[in-house]
């Protein structure tokens, strides 16, 4: 399954994309779990004090915010399936 990373996430990471090892019929928190193992320092960026994807960070799963359109950390994926993490941009 890959990640793609956005902004300070790709810069803590040091890469834009990230592949993470899943089975399939793996589900989102699955994937989450998978790229926080793999990358621990996004800990901090992403997840609240209670461990839930910090309100700041949005997510995307095909184009879709999982968490307002499906199941949140249940959503099955298929493989191909793209997941995106975006921190807060501004700009002007």
């Known amino acids: 399954?890959?990640?793609?990373l956005f902004a300070n996430l790709a810069e803590?990471?040091?890469t834009r994309e990230i592949e993470v090892d899943v089975d399939a019929g793996a589900t989102f928190g699955d994937a989450l779990d998978a790229l926080l193992d793999a990358h621990p320092?996004?800990?901090e960026e992403v997840l609240d004090d209670e461990g839930d994807i910090a309100d700041h960070?949005?997510?995307?799963h095909n184009g879709d915010n999982p968490f307002v359109e499906k199941a949140?950390?249940?959503t099955e994926l298929d493989a191909g399936d793209e997941l995106a993490l975006f921190p807060p941009v501004s700009g002007g």
Do not use: S
Not at 57 to 60: D, G
């Open 1 to 4: 399954m890959q990640w793609k």
């Open 12 to 14: 803590t990471t040091g």
């Open 41 to 43: 320092e996004l800990r």
């Open 57 to 60: 960070i949005r997510v995307l």
């Open 72 to 74: 949140g950390y249940e």
